[in-house]
């Protein structure tokens, strides 16, 4: 048997896996709490190795805990297919964000399982670790590491914000893999997400084509100060650490009004200190903040803009900031030949469909640094995400997942 | 028996107190981190009760978990005088700020009972709850509830950041009095206590008489928002509860700078958001900010900024902001007489004295609401404090002890 035009996925099949993964790690009421590397990630894992099994992939886990569900082409010398997303989610996160891009890759598969299609090139379904940088910074470290940004053992001593290390928590649930994280040959990378923004909700549209994305620059860095009283210590002997953080992200988020009107964003995002406590002044503060534009060289502009801001919030202070770590991703990284294909099917089967750049980070931004990429986007419900509200019906998934199929399958059967 | 001229306290014996508090809640190397109602400060509470009944004090608790050591005067109808301060520290504190004058106070009744001195009136030595406000806000809470500025139910019902509950913290380390928290008719109320700023260290003087104290009005408040993407949410659409409390925080440090020609000070002390973290904006956040000046017209004006920028930050952010507390002290509060009477002492021991302004927040700022009220100040190395390397030798004590001998007795006496 073999796939024909009108072959499409199973959307109950589909949505069963999506309400199975909602049952794993609940926070908020409709909403999920998944951090990397916890006892809820392990279990997610766990079931999704399972269903990888039932569905006869061959599992591979590497040394960032990244999983691959493998199944063999005819030619099995031809590089893979990827299809894959995350399983982790925010601290306040949503059901689809991530979630929906690995099942997604897996109800492909299992479609060509049922109609009995092999593929010319092997097809492969991944859960990248740690995309959400919710517990150690920075994001979408794994996929980074296997594309060769990140080095493998700086990733496993990034130290989360609960005080444990990627590596220690990678071994402790049971996911630090033998595969060296490192990526082979790859013929093309396919990511399904939810678009995470209001547009295709608003315009009543079906399915996003992502034609590219937003260029983001972000920074993580510490304030080194002194304690002191906060009674007698004049001001311009004090170096409250805390306030000099304050400052940093007051000028980040000016720097996001000043390039709003062209859609442009910059985000305070995390802000801590010690002692942090009424009384005494803090000598010890720790920031992380970013930027993006739809144009990469303006994204440049915020981000020499946020550096700048970082130095003399510090010194305005009598403190001293260090650039702990810092990142980039987006700008026009994807396939023209794979977006082509993607919006060919969108075409050939009637969605209604649009061009879209996404806006948030995804790890097919790393993967598209190593071998041609592009992304496909469904609505959520007034594009609220990282939130419990995230919400989507199945319908919503119906375009997305039925396009990916057939340009996976066109893609490995060429 | 009875006092001379020439009786002087017993520096050793003193210091051996002084002493064996620095072995109680070691914190960094020289330091204490004694946070109030910690097992730490329950050990130290026992010795000093050991101490207090040692010395034939009648000790009580009240219900506020303050420590009262009463020695009998010939009078017991005669209002008492009490001489106290606090036992509690900074999480990165020193070993004198508070301790010092509360074992001044163990000290002056050692003296007397040493010589055999029996005044007419009676003298209290009282260890103040919660001076430092380190972990449960506000700050000086006891002694506010002593003099009825708050309800104890409401001192009880404080959350400190550890989560905790005032009353079930005093409840737990067993301070929890049956003495109701409620001051009764006080002759005179006297605190002994390290400068803590420079001025006495740098014109090497042995004693500062201090004639009032700086105003000060701090304020706790929260902010209200929503978690969203960082990257497609629109700045317009943006409910970033981080952002507004760095922006008040950043605006109350302005407000510092703007009147510190004239030494007003303002402290950005205390941001925690949730949650906090990369990728995600925070929907709720906790600041504590304060402001003071030598004068309380002054004061106010500047608390009336920082009240402004409170609502205007949260509103450049899209968020709510509510005032959860509010306090206020200092001023010209303390009484005359007792200021001459301490001031007479130092120039008949003929030590090198100057007169000064507080401007650290003390018990005896609430005290000063209730009785006739003033403060000794003891020089302090460099004012270094709120610091591990906060620092005195025992000769930076003899001026103030003596003193306060002999202040308290002629007023005991009369």
């Given at each position: 048997m073999s796939i024909t035009p009108d072959t499409r996925v199973d959307l109950d099949r589909f949505w069963s896996t999506i309400q199975a993964s909602a049952e794993i790690g609940k926070g908020?009421?409709?909403g999920l709490s998944r951090l990397t590397l916890s006892d809820e990630d392990r279990t997610m894992r766990d079931l999704f190795c399972d269903w990888c099994k039932e569905a006869g992939l061959t599992v591979e886990i590497d040394a960032a805990g990244n999983i691959f569900g493998r199944r063999d082409g005819t030619d099995n010398s031809l590089p893979p297919i990827l299809m894959g997303s995350h399983l982790d989610t925010q601290i306040n996160g949503g059901r689809f964000d991530g979630i929906a891009g690995v099942?997604?890759?897996?109800?492909?598969?299992?479609?060509?399982?049922?109609?009995?299609?092999?593929?010319?090139?092997?097809?492969?379904?991944?859960?990248?670790?740690?995309?959400?940088?919710?517990?150690?910074?920075?994001?979408?470290?794994?996929?980074?590491?296997?594309?060769?940004?990140?080095?493998?053992?700086?990733?496993?001593?990034r130290i989360g914000d609960d005080g444990t290390r990627f590596g220690d928590e990678l071994q402790r649930i049971g996911y630090k893999g033998d595969l060296p994280c490192?990526?082979?040959?790859?013929?093309?990378?396919?990511?399904?997400?939810?678009?995470?923004?209001?547009?295709?909700?608003?315009?009543?549209?079906?399915?996003?084509?992502?034609?590219?994305?937003?260029?983001?620059?972000?920074?993580?860095?510490?304030?080194?100060?002194?304690?002191?009283?906060?009674?007698?210590?004049?001001?311009?002997?004090?170096?409250?650490?805390?306030?000099?953080?304050?400052?940093?992200?007051t000028a980040v988020d000016d720097?996001?009004?000043?390039?709003?009107?062209?859609?442009?964003?910059?985000?305070?995002?995390?802000?801590?200190?010690?002692?942090?406590?009424?009384?005494?002044?803090?000598?010890?503060?720790?920031?992380?903040?970013?930027?993006?534009?739809?144009?990469?060289?303006?994204?440049?502009?915020?981000?020499?803009?946020?550096?700048?801001?970082?130095?003399?919030?510090?010194?305005?202070?009598?403190?001293?900031a260090t650039i702990e770590d810092e990142w980039e991703w987006g700008g026009d990284i994807f396939d023209q030949e794979?977006?082509?294909?993607?919006?060919?099917?969108?075409?050939?089967?009637?969605?209604?469909?649009?061009?879209?750049?996404?806006?948030?980070?995804?790890?097919?931004?790393?993967?598209a640094t190593h071998c041609p990429t592009t992304m496909i986007f469904a609505p959520c419900k007034n594009g609220i995400t990282h939130n419990n509200e995230e919400n989507c019906d199945p319908e919503d998934f119906v375009a997305a997942l039925n396009i990916m199929l057939h340009a996976v399958v066109e893609r490995a059967d060429r």
């Open positions: 908020r009421p409709g099942l997604a890759g897996l109800e492909v598969i299992r479609c060509l399982n049922e109609i009995g299609h092999t593929t010319k090139r092997p097809i492969v379904v991944v859960d990248w670790t740690n995309e959400e940088g919710a517990r150690f910074s920075p994001p979408m470290v794994a996929s980074g590491c296997f594309v060769g940004k990140y080095d493998i053992d700086w990733v496993h001593d490192k990526a082979g040959e790859i013929d093309a990378y396919f990511e399904l997400h939810i678009e995470q923004g209001p547009i295709l909700d608003a315009e009543k549209r079906e399915v996003g084509i992502v034609t590219g994305s937003y260029s983001v620059r972000g920074m993580r860095a510490s304030f080194a100060g002194q304690t002191s009283h906060t009674g007698p210590t004049p001001m311009d002997l004090r170096k409250n650490a805390l306030a000099a953080g304050a400052r940093w992200l720097i996001g009004w000043d390039f709003a009107v062209h859609d442009g964003k910059a985000t305070a995002a995390r802000l801590t200190a010690w002692p942090n406590k009424p009384g005494i002044l803090s000598d010890t503060a720790e920031a992380v903040c970013d930027v993006r534009h739809s144009d990469t060289i303006t994204t440049r502009a915020m981000a020499e803009k946020m550096r700048r801001a970082l130095f003399e919030s510090a010194a305005r202070c009598g403190c001293e794979l977006i082509d294909g993607v919006r060919a099917q969108a075409v050939r089967m009637n969605y209604n469909w649009r061009d879209i750049q996404s806006q948030a980070g995804h790890d097919a931004y790393f993967l």
